[in-house]
T-cell receptor, first 112, second 115 residues
Framework: KAGVTQTPRYLIKTRGQQVTLSCSPI?????VSWYQQTPGQGLQFLFE???????NKGNFPGRFSGRQFSNSRSEMNVSTLELGDSALYLC???????????FGQGTRLTVV | AQSVTQPDIHITVSEGASLELRCNYS??????LFWYVQSPGQGLQLLLK??????LVQGIKGFEAEFKRSQSSFNLRKPSVHWSDAAEYFC?????????????FGKGTTLSVSS
């Protein structure tokens, strides 16, 4: 079956703009988590959605938000982009029983 | 505070030699434990996981890990390293009731393999 799909793979934005990233989970998976990966801070948990509801949230400012649709696809939005938001954003989906997170290849966001 | 420590930022191992990557964690209860591998420009692939039971767990690609509760450690091992094992390795912990989500990662260990 198809894996976790993230689009776009690469993105360049200007400081102050906003951006939306998309994640399609593995078919049947209802939980989608988002992570930010930077060289300095490593992998940090942003938030998790389950059945269209945010179930867990990491320690990020309100500029970072997300949502999940009825088909489990998820989007995350970053408003008022800052240079420090440049990162690889990874999405992971988890299926019934919550035993393993499957990761997508990520979206590389560069803020200039 | 919950955290994961991988003391070794970079390790170089000769091809065919054994490997051990260290991981220590701090968590309120016994978490679910994971090791992931990431190749350049790629997402994360799960190597193995520990939830309960036998403290020595086997994973893919010949990797194994041992959970030691008294030391809050979950070290990754491989008896004989192959050049294709060169990558970045991450140890992670997650809440026991939501095993695959809200993971806390260590900063990673980069493995180089010399011939």
């Amino acid at each position: 079956k198809a894996g976790v799909t993230q689009t776009p793979r690469y993105l360049i934005k200007t400081r102050g703009q906003q951006v939306t990233l998309s994640c399609s989970p593995i078919s049947g998976h209802r939980s989608v988590s988002w992570y930010q990966q930077t060289p300095g801070q490593g992998l940090q948990f942003l938030f998790e959605y389950f059945s269209e509801t945010q179930r867990n949230k990491g320690n990020f400012p309100g500029r970072f938000s997300g949502r999940q649709f009825s088909n489990s696809r998820s989007e995350m939005n970053v408003s008022t982009l800052e240079l420090g938001d440049s990162a690889l954003y990874l999405c992971a989906s988890t299926g019934q029983g919550n035993t393993e997170a499957f990761f997508g290849q990520g979206t590389r966001l560069t803020v200039v | 505070a919950q955290s994961v420590t991988q003391p070794d930022i970079h390790i170089t191992v000769s091809e065919g030699a054994s490997l051990e990557l260290r991981c220590n964690y701090s968590y309120g209860a016994t978490p679910y434990l994971f090791w992931y591998v990431q190749s350049p420009g790629q997402g994360l692939q799960l190597l193995l996981k520990y939830f309960s039971g036998d403290t020595l767990v086997q994973g893919i690609k010949g990797f194994e890990a041992e959970f030691k509760r008294s030391q809050s450690s979950f070290n990754l091992r491989k008896p004989s390293v192959h050049w294709s094992d060169a990558a970045e390795y991450f140890c992670a912990v997650g809440p026991p009731n939501q095993a695959g989500t809200a993971l806390i990662f260590g900063k990673g260990t980069t493995l180089s393999v010399s011939s």
